[in-house]
């Protein structure tokens, strides 16, 4: 069981930046790729990035490539989600999870989920 808990959500300008946290406990989280995902109430959940088990590959969302970054620090059992350029369409709650294969667009192939944290942005 892995668990996973999101932090640094909150209310932001347009243009603004925010980073999110999510920490993990548990199994050992150093072998599981880690995602972002977002979802509003109007629409399904969205692939935002993905990270693999060593931190050098990444794969974005089309619309938040060139403006958020994933990251991990193995030491922390953390990954990060620093965004930038922050736009209104960004607002939804945003999931952090953990899958044991590799990265995936997919959130069917992700086994544990954070319970999420809400980012809102003013424009």
């Known amino acids: 069981q892995v668990r996973l808990v999101e932090s640094g959500g909150g209310l932001a300008q347009a243009g603004d930046s925010l980073r999110l946290s999510c920490a993990a406990s548990?199994?050992?989280?150093?072998?599981?790729?880690a995602g972002w995902f977002r979802q509003t109430p109007e629409k399904e959940r969205e692939f935002v990035a993905t990270i693999n088990w060593s931190g050098d590959t990444t794969y974005y969302g089309d619309s938040v490539k060139g403006r958020f970054t994933i990251s991990r620090d193995k030491t922390k059992n953390t990954v990060y989600l620093q965004m930038n350029n922050l736009k209104s369409e960004d607002t939804a709650v945003y999931y952090c999870?953990?899958?044991?294969?590799?990265?995936?667009?997919?959130?069917?192939?992700?086994?544990?989920w954070g319970q999420g944290t809400q980012v809102t942005v003013s424009s």
């Open positions: 548990g199994r050992d989280f150093s072998f599981y790729s």
């Open positions: 999870a953990a899958s044991i294969q590799s990265t995936s667009r997919s959130d069917r192939m992700y086994d544990f």
